[in-house]
């Protein structure tokens, strides 16, 4: 946890690493030495830094750290996937969750503390909101997770893909976001490829564009209605920024060289969105944009006054969605048995500055 005015190099991507060594007057190539330390091989020590002198260590202890949030807890649910609760240096908790699968592991990262949105199906927003992360609290999940679960039987990384669909809207964080995310890419860190690192969003269409030019990472978009009447009332900042321009800059983010396709995210709810006239509006909507879809049964909350659709239902929608040619897929609903399931997590925030984005009516919004 931090303490005093040290500086937190965990916060620091490569760009920033190189201007903190020149400006302790060393040489830049310090930066990409200890990147490698700290992201690769998972080193919070300077004494551990072998490669580096020790009056060099020295001086960093003196003046940096790298400090993690502390693990509150550690849940595995029956189906392998992993929780952790993780206490920030002010006393509020996140939650980052890792989902195996047979070819991949996948890390679903927080961005936020609390979300401002108020999503009605999603826990997270109703929590409330307190602040941002850190761009050293965000990368800090994927760092002790990396920890945690060590390496496979062949000596990779058991994380092979990062997801910011944790707690928060990434893109109301884009600064310290897209800091994380350039130290998940660069190779003397953790060595991702663009295409395995997501960021989604419920569509903050000028961040979109802004995106597009800044970090060319793989987009996801909470869509969950086919209409704005609908996608109002379930994601309130459709009010600011409807489907027509939501899509018109996805259009514009996969047209850049190197996207193939936006993902689409659906939840199912039983009697609001799952009927086949929307699956087919659903269709029409996305028919020229290079789309993905993923069909997510809903998880429920306490609080919560929506139910899952039925498997039969969700069936049907994801056929009508093939028949049109739309790539679709259900996803299979993990760690539900540990509130690990997508729209679950909830962390434990003191819930402060709620309103501090406000969505008032079409064209008339603040925030």
């Not at 609903?333 to 079409?362: N, W, Y």
């Amino acid at each position: 946890m931090a303490t005093g005015q040290k500086t937190n190099l965990f916060g620091l991507d490569p760009s920033a690493m190189r201007d903190f060594f020149v400006g302790l007057g060393e040489k830049p190539f310090r930066a990409a030495q200890v990147l490698q330390w700290i992201h690769h091989y998972g080193t919070d020590s300077f004494d551990g830094m072998t490669n580096i002198g020790r009056a060099l260590r020295d001086r960093l202890a003196e003046v940096a750290e790298v400090a993690a949030p502390e693990i509150v807890l550690d849940q595995e649910a029956a189906d392998g996937t992993r929780k952790w609760l993780l206490r920030l240096a002010d006393g509020n908790c996140i939650e980052t969750v890792f989902i195996p699968e047979e070819d991949r592991g996948t890390l679903c990262v927080s961005s936020q503390v609390g979300c401002t949105l108020n999503c009605s199906f999603c826990a997270t927003g109703h929590q409330g909101f307190n602040r941002n992360l850190e761009a050293s609290e965000i990368i800090a999940q994927l760092w002790v997770a990396n920890r945690a679960l060590g390496r496979d039987p062949r000596g990779e990384r058991m994380i092979t893909n990062v997801v910011m669909m944790g707690m928060g809207e990434p893109l109301l964080n884009f600064d310290n976001v897209v800091s994380a995310m350039r130290i998940m890419l660069d190779d003397m860190a953790y060595g991702l490829s663009k295409r395995r690192v997501t960021l989604s969003t419920a569509g903050m269409v000028p961040a979109i564009d802004r995106l597009r030019e800044t970090c060319q990472v793989s987009l996801a978009v909470s869509l969950h209605a086919p209409d704005d009447a609908l996608r109002d009332q379930l994601v309130p900042l459709n009010r600011k920024y409807p489907i027509a321009e939501l899509l018109d800059a996805c259009r514009r983010y996969v047209s850049a060289e190197g996207r193939r396709r936006v993902t689409f995210e659906y939840v199912m709810l039983a009697g609001v969105n799952d009927s086949i006239p929307q699956a087919r509006a659903l269709a029409r909507l996305l028919s020229d944009v290079p789309s993905k879809v993923n069909l997510i049964p809903f998880n429920p909350f306490p609080a919560s006054s929506y139910a899952r659709s039925d498997r039969q239902v969700i069936d049907r929608f994801r056929d009508v969605l093939m028949d049109a040619g739309l790539m679709t897929v259900t996803r299979r609903t993990r760690g539900e048995d540990i509130d690990a399931a997508c729209g679950q997590l909830a962390g434990r925030i003191e819930d402060r500055t709620r309103r501090s984005f406000r969505i008032g009516p079409r064209g008339a919004s603040s925030g």
